[in-house]
C-alpha cells in the first residue's frame, strides 16, 4: 500500500471496493471505498474497520505500519456491517485491545457478533482518550444514521472522523479533496446525502450547529466512505445545511413515470411541456430506463415532482410501487407532488399511488389527471394544462 497520511501519524488504512454496484438498493455506479484510520502514537487507535470481504488487505494495511497486537483502542463508530464486519477477526489479532463503542453500539455488537462482545467499553459524548501526544474525544450522534452513531475527533490534529456523515461511494485511489474531479465528487456526495441522510436532516441540522457551538477548528473531515475533505472540509458541511435545509431547491420538476403501450409516456411530455411554459426546470425521468438513487438525487433540489403509471390489474405499474416505496422511505421535504396516468378498461392506478403518498405524508395535490386508452390531442392539451396548473401552485 502506498502510504496515505492524513497528518503525522494518522492514517487511511481502508480499501477500495471498485466493483460494488449495490448497496442495499442504492446504485453505486463509482464504486466505493470503506475507510479505516490507524492512529499511531504512545498508544495505537484503530478507527473503525471494513467489510468482511476485504479484511485480508485491512489487515495488510496495518501491518506495513505496525503489528495488530500493539493496537491498543479499536473504536467503532458504527456497526453496519461495511464498518463492521471484519471486527471479529481483526478483535481476536489485536488481542489487547479495548473496543470502545456508544451503548447503542455495545448492544449492537452483542447481537451482530455474540457474548465475546460484551467487553465492549461504553463512550459516550465529551469521554477522552489520551494516546500520548495526541487525544481523541467523542460525539454520540444517535440516528446519523444508525441509533449507535457517533463521531471520533482527533483534538492536536484537529481532524473529525465522522463514519457515515459527509461521505460519497466513489473509489479512487486518490484519498483527497484536492485530487480528484470537484464536480464528480460534489455529484456524488449530493447523490449520497439525497439517497442515504434524506430523512435524518433536522438530525443532521442539530448535530452540525451542535458542533458549530463547541467551537471545534476542523482542518480535515474524513468520511468512512469515499474522499477525505482537506482541501476546505467545510465546503461539505456547507453543502448539507444547504440540502438539509431547503436552500438548495430551485424552479425545478421532476416527471417520474413509466408507460406499458405510449400512453402515459405522452401524457409525461405534454405535462412537462406545461411545467416548463411557467419557466420551470424540467426532467422527465423514465422508471425503467432510470435509477431510482439517480432519481432521487434529482428530487432533492426540486419543488414539485410528478408521478405517472399506466394501470395494470386494477393498480400501478410495478416499477411507479417500488419508486414509491423508495421514496416513500426517504421522505423528502418541501415537495408538492401530483400523479397522473393512463388505463385501459378500468383506473385504478392514479388512486394507488396517491395513497402510497399521503401515507408517507407527502404534501400531494388535489387535482390528479388519469386518461383512457391513447390520450387525444384535446386531452394532451388538458395534461399541458395540468402542468401549467401546478408550476402556478408554486408560483402562488
Avoid at 113 to 129: C, L, Q, W
Avoid at 236 to 254: H, R
Amino acid at each position: 500500500m502506498v502510504k496515505v497520511s492524513l497528518k503525522d501519524g494518522v492514517n487511511w488504512v481502508g480499501v477500495v471496493d471498485w466493483n460494488i454496484r449495490d448497496f442495499h438498493g442504492y446504485t453505486t455506479k463509482r464504486g466505493s471505498s470503506y475507510n479505516a484510520y490507524l492512529i499511531l502514537d504512545e498508544k495505537i487507535a484503530l478507527v473503525d474497520t471494513v467489510k468482511a470481504a476485504f479484511c485480508q488487505e485491512l489487515i495488510e494495511h496495518i501491518s506495513e505500519l505496525t503489528t495488530l497486537d500493539k493496537i491498543d483502542y479499536i473504536v467503532v463508530n458504527h456497526v453496519e456491517m461495511d464498518h463492521s464486519s471484519s471486527l471479529p477477526v481483526i478483535a481476536k489479532l489485536a488481542k489487547n485491545a479495548k473496543i470502545l463503542a456508544t451503548a447503542r453500539g455495545k448492544e449492537e455488537l452483542i447481537k451482530h457478533f455474540g457474548t465475546e462482545f460484551e467487553r465492549v467499553e461504553v463512550v459516550k459524548s465529551g469521554d477522552k482518550i489520551n494516546l500520548g501526544k495526541k487525544t481523541i474525544t467523542f460525539m454520540e450522534a444517535p440516528m446519523l444514521h444508525w441509533p449507535d452513531s457517533m463521531f471520533t475527533y482527533l483534538i492536536e490534529d484537529k481532524i473529525l472522523l465522522p463514519n457515515d456523515a459527509f461521505g460519497q461511494h466513489l473509489a479512487s485511489y486518490e484519498r483527497f479533496d484536492d485530487e480528484v474531479d470537484p464536480q464528480i465528487l460534489m455529484e456524488e456526495a449530493k447523490t449520497y446525502y439525497a439517497n442515504i441522510l434524506t430523512p435524518f436532516s433536522p438530525l443532521i441540522v442539530k448535530k452540525i450547529q451542535e458542533v458549530v457551538a463547541m467551537k471545534l477548528p476542523i482542518d480535515i473531515i474524513a468520511p468512512s466512505h469515499g474522499i477525505i475533505w482537506r482541501k476546505d472540509p467545510m465546503k461539505i458541511v456547507n453543502t448539507y445545511m444547504d440540502l438539509c435545509t431547503g436552500k438548495t431547491v430551485k424552479q425545478k420538476a421532476i416527471v417520474v413515470f413509466d408507460t406499458m403501450w405510449g400512453s402515459t409516456d405522452k401524457m409525461a411530455r405534454a405535462i412537462g411541456e406545461g411545467l416548463a411554459s411557467q419557466g420551470f426546470e424540467v426532467k422527465l425521468l423514465k422508471l425503467r430506463a432510470t435509477d431510482n438513487t439517480d432519481i432521487v438525487t434529482e428530487i432533492v433540489d426540486a419543488k414539485i415532482v410528478l408521478v405517472g403509471s399506466p394501470t395494470l390489474n386494477n393498480g400501478m405499474f410495478p416499477s411507479a410501487s417500488s419508486f414509491l416505496t423508495y421514496i416513500g422511505g426517504l421522505k423528502p421535504k418541501g415537495k408538492l407532488w401530483g400523479f397522473f396516468g393512463s388505463y385501459g378498461w378500468g383506473g385504478g392506478a392514479t388512486r394507488g399511488m396517491i395513497k402510497m403518498a399521503k401515507e408517507a405524508g407527502f404534501d400531494v395535490m388535489e387535482s390528479s389527471i388519469e386518461l383512457k386508452w391513447v390520450p387525444t390531442a384535446e386531452e394532451l392539451k388538458k395534461c399541458f394544462e395540468f402542468g401549467q396548473e401546478t408550476a402556478q401552485k408554486i408560483k402562488a
